[in-house]
Structures are given as structure tokens and as C-alpha cells.
């Protein structure tokens, strides 16, 4: 059972999909809505990178927090 997405084939999807608009419809704005998508799907993939790194800081203040009580 999957309980995870996977963000490389996510954004492989979403360029498959603007590739095909592309063609399809060359003078239409629904390319450029498309590439938008994508350019979105790629930052929710480093800024999910990016909350996923552990805050060292935070954790060492915590601690020393804790070590006081």
C-alpha cells in the first residue's frame, strides 16, 4: 500500500503533461498555466527538503532547556 508520493515522478508527470499541451494546443495560455504547475511542483519539492533538515539550534536549546529543569 502507498502512503507516500514520490516527488521525482510527480514532477516527470507534470512535464509528460505540458510536453502533450504543448503540442496540442501551441497558441493557448493552458501551456503557460503548465509550466506554472511545474515550477511550483519543483519548489514544494525543496521546501519540503528543507522542513524535513533537522534544526539543530532548536534541538540544542530544547535541551539545554530540559538539562535545566
Same mark, same amino acid.
Given at each position: 500500500m502507498?502512503?507516500?508520493?514520490?516527488?521525482?515522478h510527480i514532477i516527470q508527470?507534470?512535464?509528460q503533461l /505540458?510536453?502533450?499541451i504543448?503540442? %496540442?494546443?501551441?497558441?493557448a495560455?493552458?501551456?503557460k498555466v503548465a509550466e506554472e504547475l511545474q515550477r511550483i511542483g519543483t519548489e514544494a519539492v525543496t /521546501?519540503?527538503?528543507?522542513?524535513? %533538515?533537522?534544526?539543530l539550534?532548536?534541538?540544542?536549546?530544547?535541551?539545554?532547556?530540559v538539562a535545566l529543569l
Amino acid at each position: 500500500m502507498y502512503r507516500s508520493l514520490n516527488a521525482d515522478h510527480i514532477i516527470q508527470t507534470i512535464g509528460q503533461l /505540458r510536453d502533450r499541451i504543448q503540442e %496540442r494546443f501551441p497558441d493557448a495560455g493552458l501551456t503557460k498555466v503548465a509550466e506554472e504547475l511545474q515550477r511550483i511542483g519543483t519548489e514544494a519539492v525543496t /521546501r519540503a527538503e528543507w522542513i524535513a %533538515r533537522p534544526l539543530l539550534p532548536l534541538r540544542i536549546a530544547i535541551g539545554f532547556l530540559v538539562a535545566l529543569l
